[in-house]
């Protein structure tokens, strides 16, 4: 249950003649008396609210301390849950956004959601988020989903007029354009792995599959162009279909498929491969390498920061290398051109004996594109 300060209260202290000192507050000056200190009612507690509120909304107030009353915020984060606008979203952000939403019910769910309309409520929202103050990045996403119901509870719903958890300066910034594997580093996990293990990182490596694409890929995907083969898929976070080049290492990887094994990359028990394990595979490898070469030191350190996102970059890079455009390589990433161009631009310092030839492509691209350099 929350404790919320409202704004404009107008407090009166009176002293009666025996002494006794009483306080009354008033919704606002000259307004509709709410609460005494003879009520018995804590300042800032739900009651006080809801005695607040039966002054100055009773329309909007309707068993508060209720979770299934309609004005609720549980009942309106059930709503929420039933409306279009949540069932349109893809499973993965449907998961992450329950995360949040059942946090903040668990908080707020009996507070009746017009307290989101008092300014001093983004106070109790920043207090919920700093559960995860350990996290800058699940801070601004459990941010993120707050004002999210909010803003369907004021424009869908219309159980509230406004909110203030708008415009919240966001805490977590990651420019990761830089970091990129070495092909020695992906080499070692290799050395490390098993079979299954093994399959993620050329994945991961070769064709620049995120942790959500890499355990969706059937032998479906597979096409025959008049050159070779390609992947060819819909992004599963942004829908857009993206084409991959099937290089002789990904091709081992289909040829070598089991015939009854429906996903071409599996979990290490056979089945479909999660996000999240996917990237565990290549922590725990990561791990196991630096292990070994503690023991052995001829053997490659992997850099800690590295992470399973950052195989991307090295495949972008191959692509550099290998002198395929701008276009190309967004078309393989499954990028847009003007991300594309900015994130090759600092993918150049890395691959210095294609820079000069790299940095005069980027600029005729982007010339094109219409992109300023």
């Known amino acids: 249950m929350s404790h919320v300060k409202l704004s404009g209260i107008h407090r009166v202290k009176k002293t009666l003649s025996s002494g006794e000192v009483r306080k009354y507050h008033y919704a606002y000056r000259g307004g509709p008396q709410f609460w005494s200190s003879t009520s018995g009612i804590l300042i800032g507690s739900p009651e006080y609210l809801e005695a607040f509120l039966s002054k100055t909304k009773p329309g909007l107030l309707n068993t508060p301390s209720q979770p299934g009353g309609r004005n609720s915020t549980s009942a309106v984060i059930q709503r929420y849950k039933d409306s279009a606008h949540f069932k349109s979203l893809k499973p993965r952000t449907k998961s992450d956004y329950l995360k949040y939403l059942d946090s903040f019910e668990k908080e707020f769910g009996t507070d009746p959601i017009v307290m989101f309309e008092e300014k001093e409520a983004v106070a109790e929202i920043r207090l919920w988020k700093d559960q995860w103050s350990h996290s800058p990045k699940q801070y601004d996403y459990a941010g993120s989903v707050a004002t999210l119901l909010l803003n369907w509870a004021r424009d869908e719903d219309a159980v509230i007029s406004v909110h203030h958890h708008v415009n919240i300066k966001r805490i977590y910034k990651s420019d990761r354009s830089h970091v990129i594997w070495f092909p020695e580093e992906i080499q070692a996990l290799i050395d490390v ?109 992997v850099r800690n920061e590295l992470h399973f996102y950052d195989m991307r970059g090295t495949a972008a890079t191959e692509l550099l290398r290998a002198g395929c455009s701008l276009e190309e390589i967004a078309t393989t990433m499954g990028w847009g051109i003007r991300h594309a161009a900015n994130t090759i631009e600092n993918y150049v310092a890395l691959v210095p004996e294609k820079s000069d030839e790299v940095l005069l492509k980027l600029a005729k691209a982007r010339k094109e594109a219409g992109v300023r350099g």
């Not at 792995?193 to 479906?220: F, M």
């Not at 002789?248 to 999660?274: C, F, M, N, R």
């Not at 595979?281 to 990561?286: A, G, M, N």
């Open 193 to 301: 792995a098993n079979e299954r293990e093994k399959r993620v990182v050329v994945a991961a490596s070769e064709g620049g599959l995120t942790p959500q694409d890499i355990g969706i890929l059937k032998r479906e995907h597979v096409q025959k162009t008049p050159k070779g083969r390609r992947l060819f898929f819909q992004r599963t976070k942004s829908g857009k279909p993206v084409a991959i080049p099937v290089t002789p290492a990904l091709g081992k990887l289909i040829d070598t498929t089991p015939e009854d094994q429906d996903y071409l990359v599996v979990s290490l028990e056979g089945h479909k491969l999660q996000p999240e394990r996917a990237s565990g595979i290549v922590r725990d490898l990561r791990k196991k390498a630096n292990e070994r070469a503690e023991k052995d030191r001829s053997k490659i350190h």
